[in-house]
C-alpha cells in the first residue's frame, strides 16, 4: 500500500500538478494574500488530474481568478484585513466555477484581468457539494480523503514561522513521504 502511494504521488509530480514540497504555483504569488487560493486550486488540479485518468500533462486552473471571488464573498464592511478565506474561495467557486490559468493568468504585482471567454471557461468547472469536515474527528478527516482524494484546509502559524530558512531540499525527516 505504501508503494502505490508514493507511485500515485509520483505521477502528480511528473503531470505538473504536485511538486516536492507543495502545490506548483508562483511563489510570490504563494508569500503572499493568495496562499488559499494556491491551496485550493492545487486540490482542483489534483482532483481534475485524478478524474482524467491521470494524464502526463493537464492544464491548471486559474488561483487569480479563486482569488478575486475569494475576496469578492469576504468584503465586509467596517472589515480591514489582507488576503481571503477558504470559505470565500469555496463561496467564489461553488458560485463561479473555475477557469483555466491560461485564461486568467497570475502575474506578480500586476491585478491581471481575464481573457475574453474566461466565464464560459469556468462555468465547465464548478463546484457541487461541498461539506465541513470536523478536525477534531479524525476519521471524518481519513474519510473524506479516501471518498474524494483531497481535503482543502487551513491553519494558523506563529510568527516565527516567517523566520524558517528555506530550502530546496526537504528535511531528511520527510524523505520517506517524498521518494
Request: include cysteine; charged fraction near 25%; aromatic fraction near 10%.
Amino acid at each position: 500500500m505504501k508503494d502505490e502511494k508514493r507511485e500515485h504521488k509520483n505521477v502528480a509530480v511528473d503531470a505538473g500538478k504536485c511538486r516536492q514540497g507543495g502545490c506548483r504555483a508562483q511563489e510570490s504569488f504563494a508569500q503572499g494574500i493568495g496562499q488559499r487560493r494556491i491551496g485550493l486550486a492545487c486540490v482542483i488540479n489534483y482532483l481534475r488530474w485524478r478524474s482524467a485518468g491521470m494524464p502526463k500533462k493537464l492544464e491548471p486552473v486559474s488561483p487569480r481568478m479563486l482569488y478575486h471571488f475569494a475576496r469578492h464573498f469576504d468584503e465586509y464592511e467596517g472589515e480591514n484585513y489582507d488576503g481571503s478565506s477558504c470559505r470565500g474561495a469555496l463561496k467564489g467557486w461553488y458560485h463561479n466555477g473555475v477557469c483555466l490559468e491560461s485564461n486568467w493568468p497570475y502575474a506578480a504585482d500586476a491585478n491581471t484581468l481575464p481573457v475574453p471567454g474566461w466565464d464560459s471557461d469556468a462555468a465547465e468547472r464548478t463546484l457541487g457539494v461541498y461539506y465541513r469536515i470536523d478536525p477534531q474527528a479524525i476519521t471524518d478527516l481519513q474519510a473524506a480523503i479516501l471518498e474524494v482524494g483531497a481535503i482543502y484546509a487551513s491553519g494558523y502559524t506563529h510568527k516565527g514561522w516567517d523566520t524558517v530558512k528555506t530550502s530546496a531540499k526537504p528535511p531528511a525527516s520527510h524523505m520517506p513521504a517524498c521518494r
